[in-house]
């Protein structure tokens, strides 16, 4: 059963985060999140509830800055709450070492720093970095290896990091969240620089990875209508709080997208998902002069 | 099956880059063992480079000689003149490239070096109090008193920034910054005590400054050869970490690193495999920031290697650079080092960027 809900409940406090456990519970109690500085009274975050019960795909929408990171960040206690809990399965990741929280909860972020490039395979082997052991390192690479090929970058196996496009980059670093085979994978905007094939093979792959690996999968996104097409809920941000969340349809709504994006949008079903159709609003006519404006193929020779 | 074939073919070729990276390795190691054989060869005319291996194998193997045989002259004067610098150099190569390439992964930038929070300046201040106004910790004079100067010196900076980011989280940029500061600090401080010095004091001081291995006696040797090996050892457990830490801070510990606790903790280790070294050469540069880069030039960006390799080239490059100071004598080895490192340095930087290499 995959829900999600705004009301949270108390369990009981369970001493090893997730271990075998089929199920998957994230229980979100009262989160705020202030940056220190010049507006440290002002919360990105203030007092966000919610739970996420099964594996999933999960989808967080919401303008820029608005704080989707931000969001991702404090599950995976990449910052540090300044107010409410995390709860995994009953277990207050605050508790939880960063060690063995690793073993649990991959992160896909957006960038990546590459002042000293290792190679593709040496990336993705990163990933395993929370499981391996002395003498594991065949079976990781072998993981890599299966990972690289999922992903369909075998070909750039023995690649510099450095020298990869930015949607070659994304790839790989999806291959290293994917390599540390955790339970609950976070993305940041995984496919925002992948062309329209990746942007759909990826997306579908990560909830069929959801299923398959029973690992719930946390996307932020910018992309509307690959959200709708594929998750199984969304959850929209605004204004430092959940301005909307459940199925994709009681969320992509015309009334949602102008009210959070500031934008007018139709929204059409396809396939039983919505689809949305921006508006621009601004209805000045540059269309004046169309044989002014050439780009065209010149022979040579 | 076939993926599986496939997938140890991508095992296979994985372990067959690490054999050529090993090959830098050796050729380095061969390479020190070479200037160690001119090294004693000029320490005492009459032998050849053969007969000096086997000179010194045997001393390390306990066999006496006949005094006063030619053997037993050659055996004295190596061991007695050149042999101190050639372990020194040795040591003091490694440890530097060592506590280089850590602190360039530790800092994430390309541009750290081992003096990168100050130690240097502070070293220098410690020296350089004890060189121009006797006071020392020890209230000893001469050399050991200076010595202990220099050790104190150099781990004040670096206290200063591993209090300071104990109290509150620095990003490695500031962390860079806060030791600047506390050089510029120092520094000035130093400049002032030249200033006011004879310039008898001002030479001994700019040596101590650039570094040289001239004043390496036998008794410096064992805590430069026991800092080395336990700190070594211990950046050699790391350089996993050290690799997941080059991915960056939040991308650190989302696999599993607590990357405050290690950074100090690694900070410490630095400082004292440093401080150990310095306060018995001087302050040798270049090295600590070129050796990792060659390395990387070389073999890749992968600490496993980078550090180990960065080991064996740093001796080998303080190795001849000092060989070739005593050679030319009279000009200290920092010296030496820098006008023939950085145009090789140089050459190389072009010659990766045209495309030959691939790291940068
Ligand atoms: N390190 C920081 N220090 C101070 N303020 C920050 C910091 N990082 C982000 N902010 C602010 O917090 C708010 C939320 O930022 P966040 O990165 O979470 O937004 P986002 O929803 O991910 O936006 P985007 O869609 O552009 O990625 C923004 O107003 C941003 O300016
Ligand atoms: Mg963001």
Known sequence: MRSISIRSKESEQSAILLGDDPEINVDIDGLSFSYKGADSDKNVLSDISLNIHGAQLVSILGPNGVGKSTFIHCLNKILDPTGGCVRINGTNVQDVSIKDLAKVMGYVPYTSTDNFPLSVTDTVLMGRHPHSKWGSLDDDLRIVHEMLQLIGIEDLAERNFNELSAGQHQKVMLARGLAQEPRILFLDEPTSNLDVRFQLEITRMLKRLSRQKNMLVIMISHDINIAAKYSDNIIMLHGGGIYALGKPQDVITPDNIRHVYEVGADVIMDRGRPHLILIDDDDTDYDDDHEYYVVEKVAVG | ?360
């Open chain 2, 1 to 360: 099956m076939s993926e599986n074939l496939h997938s140890d073919s991508l095992v296979e070729r994985y372990h067959h880059l690490t054999m050529r990276k090993l090959l830098v390795l050796v050729v380095s190691v061969i390479g020190v063992i070479i200037v160690v054989g001119l090294f004693s060869v000029s320490a005492y005319d009459n032998i050849s480079l053969m007969e000096a291996y086997r000179i010194i194998w045997d001393h390390i193997m306990g066999v006496e000689y006949e005094p006063r045989t030619t053997e037993w002259w050659a055996d004295r004067f190596i061991w007695n003149t050149v042999m101190p610098r050639i372990v020194a150099a040795i040591v003091a190569g490694a440890s530097l490239a060592a506590a280089g390439a850590l602190m360039q992964a530790l800092m994430n930038n390309p541009l750290a070096d081992p003096y990168s929070t100050g130690i240097s300046s502070g070293a220098c201040f410690g020296a350089i109090v004890a060189l121009v106004l006797g006071l020392t910790i020890t209230s000893t004079s001469g050399q050991s008193g200076m010595i202990v100067n220099a050790f104190v010196g150099a781990m004040i900076p670096v206290g200063v920034v591993i209090l300071i980011s104990k109290r509150m989280p620095l990003s490695p940029a500031a962390l860079i910054l806060v030791g600047t500061a506390l050089s510029y600090f120092f520094s000035s401080m130093v400049t002032y005590l030249l200033v006011i010095t004879d310039a008898d004091t001002l030479q001994n001081a700019y040596i101590w400054q650039v570094g040289t291995l001239d004043t390496i006696v036998w008794s410096s040797i064992p805590m430069m050869v026991v800092v080395t090996a336990v700190g070594s050892a211990f950046v050699m457990l790391l350089t996993r970490q050290l690799n997941v830490l080059s991915l960056g801070d939040a991308n650190a510990k989302t696999l599993g690193l607590d990357v405050e606790k290690f950074r100090v903790v690694c900070l410490i280790v630095m400082a004292i495999m440093t401080a150990s070294i310095v306060c018995f050469t001087g302050t040798i540069g270049f090295l600590g920031l070129v050796a990792p880069h060659l390395v990387r030039i070389l073999v890749g960006s992968d600490n496993k290697f980078v550090v180990p390799i960065s080991m064996a080239v740093g001796s080998f490059i303080l190795v001849l650079a000092d060989y070739i100071a005593m050679t030319i004598s009279d000009v200290p080895v920092g010296v030496v080092m820098s006008i023939i490192g950085s145009p090789i340095f140089f050459l190389l930087i072009l010659w990766q960027k045209k495309g030959y290499g691939t790291v940068y």
